[in-house]
């Protein structure tokens, strides 16, 4: 289940208020919370901007690696570093992967 509703509420948003805000039917958006209908990327995409959260998350996906926030990139790639220490991985693991995409 998508978390629109989840996040409307903890806003404090009734679904005539969000829809005011993004310009969009109270109804449609309520169809988009329970299920019933599924937005566009445009749509996804404006409720994101407007939450300030990913797409995946506001699509309930398990944010696992989405979540991930660094303050520097320095600290992004150390985090980058251990993960390939702890499976592994060499550069060349990776730079050859990549050739398959």
């Known amino acids: 289940m998508n978390r629109i509703k989840e996040l409307r509420q903890k806003n404090n948003l009734t ?7 993004i310009g969009m039917a109270n109804n449609t958006l309520s169809r988009y919370e329970t299920g019933k209908r599924k937005p ?19 699509q309930g996906i398990d944010e696992g690696i989405y979540d991930l926030k660094f303050p520097t990139k320095a ?3 150390a985090f980058i570093h251990k993960i390939m220490k702890a499976q592994n991985i060499k550069l060349e693991d990776i730079q050859n992967e990549s050739k398959n995409y």
């Open 40 to 58: 566009k990327l445009e749509t996804w995409q404006a409720l994101a901007n407007f939450f300030n959260v990913s797409i995946p998350y506001l």
């Open 15 to 21: 679904l005539k208020e969000l829809g005011q805000k």
């Open 75 to 77: 600290e992004a790639i």
